[in-house]
């Protein structure tokens, strides 16, 4: 499908892209992977045609019909809705839809005729009859409401806006997906969505992200973009994490042959140049040392930046970090954004909070830092706790003209100073030696900044880590460390993260929130989904009759079991009989339906003299419409009551 063939790229006097050369083929799922800034977009702006090559070229075959998701989304007219935005994700469908009504009007042309039926069944090929209901499966799967479906488009904020552009592109059923972080604007319940969604995509999927478990779970193939390089490993996330540790070793034995060959012929260089006798084989040195510069071995960024992050002990604390009662905020006074939350957290906690955006996950962490004020209730910190709060905003919050020394150093004085000694050994216990904390911060990679970020947090001695979205601006390497540091982190946490992979290794409670209130799960990420998978897949199972444990059952006599299951299906019996009810009716209509678009499509191969096209036309998509809403009923009802009945007879 797509075949990259000797490909460089150059900004400047930077190679990002070196006569890389790599094939994607129909049905890959790729994971593209590699340190913040290696490249992985300029490759997708190759395919989509947004940048030049300096050499190479890209071969593209099969004219694939590409989905991607274009940044900063903007509606067609200010009126526009979310619902008409996310319609227009199949370039040409409304053209297409349009022009064949206009053709309905008069299709007793032969060439009318002819051209109606190509764009029928173009049409249909892209999924235009049904699109409106891929989309609003998408929109609600991504977090929106229905409610807010026709509200103008330009009314969401810039993360919503961009979910809205992913549901498009995932609703049109492109044959080449390409998708840039997607979960980077997306809540965890949210990712979960996206995660069974693109399992069940048919087409070819190209995946740049740093999240594990999308990565783990949606791709077979991998990417590595490093060092200007690509190189393809067979295999999913973990295969290429284990073979890169086996490539990387060979990499680094044949780098310190290559320099120690190098190293003899620059000293023979360097002694016999200017003898006259040996010039000859100085000179014939020198142009073998020249070919090994022009082919020298250059290891990974992600080995030669990798770093280490080592968090201090916290300072001692009572039992109780936080505890609030009855809490509620609101910003406009009339508009809760939460109410009557109540909870505490208790000194090495390690809590994940999770829940769509919207439901106040960064206000309440705000309130508990202490940089905003609750409207309702109480909030209140335990005895000797200092929080340390890393907003999402972190990387914004660094100055990026500053360096890594005075941003620090600023952090420092600011908590009251000390010995230059001991600033000093905080710079390295981050991973800052002498090299690097000359840098600028806005050169700084993704580990390096969240490294910075969380020495400016624990200059200030905090006992109590408040972690807002830490992952969002890591790769997969700065995830990796940031996760072991806290892990063996002593200390309380707090935090907030999209990151499946994250949440389940280093939260040990979670705390859910949702609009009906907040309920706390006291084991990690695993616990909470095996509690909360009945009631996702069964959501009526609260008005059923609770199932009998195990142990219960042992103690009961056959008699009062039989009698108990017989009161079990007693109770679903009407609710069987409504289930039993609609499947009949819906697949009564299906066929009454069928048959009568049977009839209606042969009047439009056969037509009399007196057949109106146009009418026909529309009966026919009529009835298309009315067989998808009976079909889509029918499996609504039919999979329920497979549930109920199993859930009974079980």
């Known amino acids: ?22 094939r994607v083929n129909k049905g890959d799922r790729i994971g593209v992977v590699g340190p913040n800034g290696s490249g992985k977009s300029t490759l997708f702006k190759i395919i989509l045609g947004e940048m030049a090559t300096d050499t190479g070229e890209l071969i593209i075959e099969l004219n694939p019909r590409i989905g991607f998701t274009r940044q900063n989304p903007e509606p067609d007219t200010p009126e526009e809705t979310l619902l008409e935005y996310s319609l227009r994700g199949i370039p040409g469908l409304s053209e297409m839809e349009e022009e064949m009504h206009e053709l309905e009007a008069d299709l007793t042309d032969p060439s009318k005729m002819k051209r109606y039926g190509e764009l029928q069944m173009k049409f249909e090929h892209l999924g235009g009859y049904d699109i409106e209901t891929r989309v609003k499966v998408a929109l609600g799967g991504l977090g929106f409401t229905t409610e807010e479906f026709n509200k103008p ?12 552009e992913l549901s498009r592109v995932l609703a049109s059923k492109p044959d080449l997906l390409l998708l840039d972080e997607p979960s980077n604007y997306l809540d965890l319940p949210a990712v979960e969505w996206l995660q069974k969604f693109l399992k069940a995509y048919e087409g070819t999927l190209m995946l740049i992200s740093h999240d594990r478990y999308l990565l783990r779970t949606l791709t077979n193939i991998t ?8 190189t393809r490993y067979e295999g999913d996330l973990d295969f290429y994490i284990t073979e890169r540790e086996v490539r990387y070793q060979h990499l680094k034995a044949a780098k310190e042959n290559q320099d120690h060959h190098r190293e003899q012929l620059q000293r023979f260089v360097d002694r016999f140049r200017a003898q006259a006798t040996k010039a000859a084989q100085a000179q014939s040195r020198q142009k073998l040392i020249d070919k090994i510069d022009e082919q020298r071995i250059v290891l990974p960024k992600r080995y030669t ?10 300072p001692p604390s009572g039992v109780e970090m936080f505890r609030c009662s009855n809490l509620g905020f609101s910003y406009d006074g009339v508009k809760n954004v939460f109410t009557g939350l109540e909870f505490n957290v208790i000194r090495g906690d390690k809590v994940a909070v999770i829940g769509y955006n919207g439901l106040g996950k960064t206000t309440l962490m705000r309130i508990m830092a202490g940089t905003r004020n609750a409207t309702q209730g109480t909030a209140v910190i335990g005895h000797n706790v200092v929080p340390g709060y890393l907003s999402q905003e972190f990387a914004e919050t660094i100055p990026p003209d500053l360096s890594v020394y005075r941003v620090a150093k600023n952090a420092w004085d600011q908590r009251g100073g000390g010995p230059e000694k001991a600033f000093r050994n905080q710079l390295g216990a981050f991973g800052f030696d002498e090299n690097d904390i000359e840098k600028p911060s806005g050169v700084l990679s993704g580990g390096e900044k969240i490294r910075l970020a969380f020495l400016r947090l624990f200059i200030s001695s905090p006992n109590f880590l408040l ?10 390497d700065g995830r990796r460390l940031l996760e072991d540091a806290l892990k063996k982190y002593s200390g309380t946490v707090f935090l907030v993260s999209h990151d499946i992979d994250f949440v389940r290794s280093v939260a040990t409670s979670i705390l859910e929130i949702t609009r009906e209130g907040i309920r706390r799960f006291p084991g990690g990420y695993d616990y909470y989904r095996e509690k909360t998978a009945g009631e996702k897949a069964k959501p009526d199972r609260a008005e059923r009759q609770e199932e009998v444990s195990e142990k219960e059952e042992k103690t009961l006599s056959k008699k009062d079991l039989r009698k108990q299951r017989a009161e079990a299906r ?4 009407p609710k069987v009989k409504e289930l039993k009810k609609r499947v009949e009716t819906a697949e009564r209509k299906i066929e009454e339906l069928q048959s009568a678009l049977d009839a209606a499509s042969e009047e439009l191969f056969n037509p009399k003299s007196d057949t109106d096209f146009a009418e026909v036309n529309r009966k026919v998509r009529t009835l298309q419409f009315e067989i998808d809403r009976y079909t889509a009923d029918w499996e609504e009802a039919a999979t329920e009551l497979e549930e109920l009945t ?3 007879d079980g």
């Open 223 to 230: 990417l590595e973009v490093d060092a200007g390089t690509v």
């Open 646 to 648: 199993a859930d009974r």
């Open 153 to 164: 488009f330009k009314s969401f904020s810039g993360g919503w806006r961009m979910r809205a």
């Open 570 to 573: 007693a109770k679903i019996a």
């Open 305 to 314: 930046n990798s770093g280490r992050l080592r968090l201090a002990e916290p």
């Open 467 to 476: 972690l807002d979205e830490p992952t969002t601006h890591l790769d997969l």
């Open 1 to 22: 499908m797509l075949d990259f063939r000797g490909i460089s790229v150059h900004y400047g006097h930077q190679d990002v892209l070196s006569g890389v050369s790599f």
